[in-house]
């Protein structure tokens, strides 16, 4: 501090009270002289100012601390204050001097407030204070204000007091807002405000002054009111109310504009009851869940889903899920659960109800969450309950219908496939193995064609009874259509497993099948595969079955076979076989034999029966017995049996001509010709005729399961025959369903004895009895009997003594061909004719 330049002791105690004094203010102080010069400043000054003692000490004027504090950076970039601020002393003496002060930044960002007064004798007085603490209080408590403001007019909120003892009411700026209004324009008061208030309002606020006895009471309630133009809102109030004795004094209220809230609720009111009107008109149940309750509320139509009245059914949620069936309710809530946690868009999900009268009934229940708290947990859900019980059962149904055979019950084609694989995947899995089965009723055409379709049924649904009989639980019938089945026996350790059910199975089969008074036998025939053994492959397996079944079937029937490699083979042999026959007949491959038929009366050839070879251009001449079946299988027997019979039409022409003017051919005639002729071909009269040929010089020879045939087309065709005079010839009579009224029925020309009756034909046989009632028969009837496969003298002879018409076989000739049949038919003519003249 400068030291004062007294003259005397007054004016040096005079300084030191001074000094004293300014050394205990926490202002800044600093006097300037006359000339404007610091003169004297107290020990805070330089601290404030943050300049050094010693510079003020040196006297500066007001403009060279100015300048210091500038080179530093105070005064936040922009000009200090002038050095001479505007301040002057009044001319009169007795009169005030003016003060100034101001604001101004540090370097280090602290403000310091400035006075300024000047003396009478032209000094000055600067007084410095930091004011930061303040000033940023200040700052706050306006930013504060302005986020107060602007909160309330985001929130709609405002504050409302009424001091009831002087009938004052006060408004802040949000509610002024609220009413649509301005301190300008309208000034609150008790009577002022009172047509804001509907009559129900008023009486709500009126009646929320209820003393509690306590100095203090609260309110709270939702009005709706008017604004200062009209329109109405809803409010909310909440707030509190002083009291003394007895007597309110005091009510101080927060208000909030909660009009929008209002009419969404209102919007949300309406459209939940058109939703729900709608949904009940159509027959739907709706259901309203409060989640965090699990209270729920129940439509009047969805009680009558169930048969309930209002009031007969507990209604929460646990009550509700005990109803549901027991296989239902576990996907029931987790499907509700994924929904109430967000996982899902939609609640959906079928299951059964358990009804008042013990039913159940099949529903889908739909619904969504429309509202959730602030940590998404769900609060509410709506939904429906659809009765679908009808559709359900409809999809049961058409579900059995497309996975069950409705005559037997079981698995048809589609559902045995599904579990084909499913057991395969199993049995790799646990290393285990299966067998599969394809079986095939022998001769069941036979007994549907005699017996009707009805009998042929119940002989299908106890042979699927007798099938299920042999196997275990874990196996699988299933039925594939006609007489056919297959069998999945799974699980097996070995393949030797399966020698025990096999004969099993067909002992089964083969046991008499009474049906209504009818006792009928049938066999079966069994093709198996083994998985893994045979193959990985669902379709390798399904045609390994197969190949089986044919060689089970071509064998004899009533047994089974097990595929093997060489079955492959032979099917891949079959298969190619089918696609050379396909092109053998344009490309003329085919030609024909004759095999004569002799008469045992007198030794002549006057019919032949016409038989067709194929000579393969690589693999040679194939037997018919190879390609006959697969002409038969792939239809392909139609174009060729029409072939056959052109070839033996213009043949008889030409031995009508050269050999007998009675000579007959007699060429088969495949059931599947009857049974599905191309519409495309002449009649078989027709090319007769155009050969000018009459209908005797043709003989058809058709198997005994034709005439058993309940078809209208292939009876028509039979008869139509005979009609046009050709010839019907039963081949192979005795090995099938005989029955004496279709052979009447027909008007039969000939049966021929089949083979297996004539291979082993001595005296005093069985065979030899069987021959001779057939043609005891046959003659009573009025048909010729024609023997076949006659191989010895002694078996020709043992026909001719029973009065068999005609005889064929090796015995007389192998099938030959047209020139040397007409050679041999010369030769033996000659023959007969040199012996009737010896």
């Not at 002054?209 to 709270?220: A, I, M, R, V």
């Not at 989640?291 to 009558?304: A, D, F, H, I, T």
């Not at 042999?470 to 030797?496: K, P, Y």
Request: net charge negative.
């Amino acid at each position: 501090m400068v030291n004062l330049d007294a003259g005397d002791s007054a004016e040096q105690g005079t300084h030191d009270f001074c000094q004293t004094l300014l050394g205990c203010l926490s202002q800044g102080v600093c006097v300037f002289d006359a000339d404007g010069c610091v003169s004297h400043f107290n020990p805070c000054l330089p601290d404030l100012l943050d300049v050094p003692p010693e510079f003020l000490a040196s006297g500066p004027s007001l403009r060279e601390i100015y300048d210091f504090q500038m080179q530093r950076g105070d005064f936040a970039g922009a000009h200090p204050p002038p050095d001479q601020p505007n301040l002057q002393t009044s001319p009169q003496a007795d009169q005030e001097p003016i003060s100034e002060h101001y604001l101004r930044l540090k370097h280090l960002g602290r403000t310091l407030q400035v006075q300024t007064r000047c003396l009478p004798d032209a000094r000055r007085v600067q007084t410095v204070v930091d004011v930061s603490d303040y000033v940023q209080a200040e700052a706050g408590r306006k930013r504060a204000n302005q986020l107060l403001f602007a909160t309330q007019a985001l929130a709609e909120l405002g504050g409302w007091e009424v001091d009831l003892e002087h009938s004052q009411v006060t408004w802040t700026e949000g509610v002024y807002r609220i009413f649509e209004a301005t301190p300008q324009t309208f000034a609150p008061s008790a009577a002022s405000i009172r047509p804001l208030f509907t009559e129900e309002s008023l009486a709500i606020d009126e009646a929320s002054y209820q003393h509690s006895g306590e100095p203090t009471s609260t309110h709270e309630y939702e009005i709706e009111m008017l604004t200062l133009k009209g329109r109405r809102i809803w409010l909310y109030s909440r707030g509190t109310t002083a009291w003394e004795q007895g007597r309110p004094v005091k009510r101080t209220t927060i208000v909030q504009d909660i009009t929008r809230r209002k009419q969404t609720e209102m919007a949300l009111r309406d459209s939940e009851a058109r939703w729900k009107l709608a949904l009940e008109s159509v027959g739907d149940g709706v259901w309203d869940l409060q989640v965090q309750s699990g209270e729920q509320y129940l439509s009047p139509n969805l009680l009558r889903i169930y048969g309930y009245e209002d009031g007969e059914l507990k209604v929460g949620v646990a009550e509700l899920d005990a109803l549901v069936h027991p296989d239902d309710v576990g996907r029931l809530q987790h499907d509700r659960q994924a929904h109430l946690d967000g996982v899902t868009p939609t609640y959906s999900n079928e299951h059964r109800v358990l009804c008042k009268d013990g039913s159940w009934k099949w529903v889908h229940s739909r619904g969504m969450v429309i509202s959730r708290d602030a940590q998404g947990q769900a609060l509410r859900m709506l939904g429906t309950h659809t009765d679908i019980t009808e559709r359900k059962t409809a999809d049961e149904v058409v579900w059995q219908q497309a996975h069950f055979d409705a005559l037997t019950g079981l698995p048809n084609r589609r559902l045995m496939r599904e579990r084909l694989i499913q057991e395969m995947k199993k049995c790799r899995r646990n290393h285990l193995k299966l067998g599969l089965l394809f079986i095939d009723l022998d001769h069941f055409k036979e007994v549907n064609d005699t017996l009707g379709h009805d009998r042929g049924d119940e002989l299908l649904v106890e042979a699927a009874r007798r099938i299920q009989h042999c196997l275990r639980e874990v196996d699988t019938v299933a039925r594939m259509g006609g007489d056919e089945f297959t069998v999945i026996v799974t699980a097996l350790n070995d393949e030797s497993n399966l020698q025990g059910i096999l004969p099993k199975l067909l002992n089964a089969l083969s046991e008499p099948f009474q049906l209504g008074l009818d006792q009928v036998f049938v066999s079966a025939s069994m093709g198996v595969t083994v998985f893994p053994n045979d193959t990985l492959e669902v379709e390798d397996l399904l045609k390994n079955a197969d190949q089986a079944l044919y060689v089970a079937k071509a064998a004899g029937r009533n047994r089974f076979s097990f595929f093997t490699a060489s079955l492959q083979e032979a099917a891949m042999q079959r298969a190619q076989l089918t696609h050379d026959l396909r092109a053998a007949l344009p490309a003329l491959q085919f030609f024909m034999l004759y095999q004569p038929i002799v008469n045992l009366a007198n030794g002549r050839i006057q019919k032949a029966e016409a038989l067709i070879r194929w000579q393969h251009p690589t693999r040679g001449l194939i037997s018919p017995a190879d390609f006959i079946p697969i002409a038969e299988s792939s239809g392909l027997i139609v174009d060729m049996g029409e072939w056959i019979f052109d070839q033996a039409a213009a043949q008889v022409k030409l031995w009508r001509a050269h050999l007998h003017p009675q000579f007959q051919i007699s060429v088969n005639k495949s059931p599947l010709q009857f049974e599905k002729p191309n519409p495309n071909h002449m009649p078989w009269i027709d090319k007769l005729r155009a050969l000018d040929l009459p209908g005797e010089s043709m003989v058809v020879e058709i198997t005994e399961g034709l005439l058993l045939s309940s078809s209208t087309g292939v009876v028509e065709q039979l008869l139509k025959l005979r009609h046009e005079g050709i010839n019907v010839s039963l081949d192979d009579f005795g090995t099938g369903y005989s029955s004496l009224s279709y052979l009447q029925k027909f008007d039969i020309d000939f049966i021929k004895i089949d083979q297996s009756f004539v291979r082993h034909l001595n005296e005093n046989t069985t065979d030899l009895v069987l021959c001779q009632a057939i043609i005891a028969m046959a003659h009573a009837l009025g048909m010729k009997v024609i023997a076949e496969g006659v191989e010895t003298v002694g078996q020709r002879d043992l026909l001719k003594a029973a009065g068999c018409d005609y005889a064929q076989g090796y015995l007389y000739s192998r099938p030959l061909s047209p020139a040397d049949f007409e050679a041999m038919v010369q030769g033996s003519e000659q023959a007969l004719d040199d012996a009737a003249t010896a």
